[in-house]
């Protein structure tokens, strides 16, 4: 049986669709996310911004969500966005939304969101979310992260939770 050469040029590069596209969703991913995030912390004058991650919750037998229920919240959340707002994943039950305006805005925007997902009609899917504000002290990486933070406490408040990341004094 013959196999074939791993050429490194080959093998190195990755596939353009895989850094701009989740599969399942057909959103951009983490790297894509992070590259808008410093897209707009880059621009000097950017208007404010916040980054809001939702986070599903489920109540099952923990197996990977099904994909016809990440395509249910895609068309949801893409719905009920504005027109300037972007929308990505960050991870294989998290969708990544960054808003126009200030952090306070998208957390009323977060509680609509979050409050809209057991109205799919999905047994036992709820959602919980997290917000940061994209501010000149942080590189993308880390308002992600801030994201990321906020929404793990508010995951273990419960269903329905909004958290807003603040900076500790």
């Given amino acids: 049986m013959t196999i074939a050469p791993n050429t490194p040029a080959l093998a190195a590069a990755p ?25 707009h912390l880059a621009t000097p004058a950017a208007a404010p911004a916040a ?16 994909q016809s229920t990440l395509s249910a919240v895609t068309m949801l959340l893409a719905g009920s966005l504005r027109g300037d707002d972007w929308l990505g ?39 919980a979310a997290g917000i940061a504000a994209l501010t000149g002290d942080a590189d993308a990486a880390e308002v992600l992260r801030r994201g990321l933070v906020s929404l793990t406490a508010a995951r273990r408040a419960g269903a329905g939770t909004v958290i807003q990341h603040r900076k500790p004094y």
């Fill in 89 to 127: 994943k960050s991870g294989p039950g998290e969708f990544v939304v960054l808003l126009a305006g200030p952090a306070t805005a998208a957390g009323t925007a977060a509680t609509r969101l979050v409050g809209t997902i057991p109205a799919l009609g999905i047994p036992d899917l709820t959602a």
């Fill in 15 to 39: 596939a353009a669709e895989a850094v701009v596209a989740d599969v399942t969703t057909l959103l951009p991913s983490r790297a894509a996310v992070l590259d808008r995030i410093a897209e």
């Fill in 51 to 66: 980054l809001m991650v939702i986070g599903l919750l489920r109540r099952d037998d923990g197996w990977p969500t099904a």
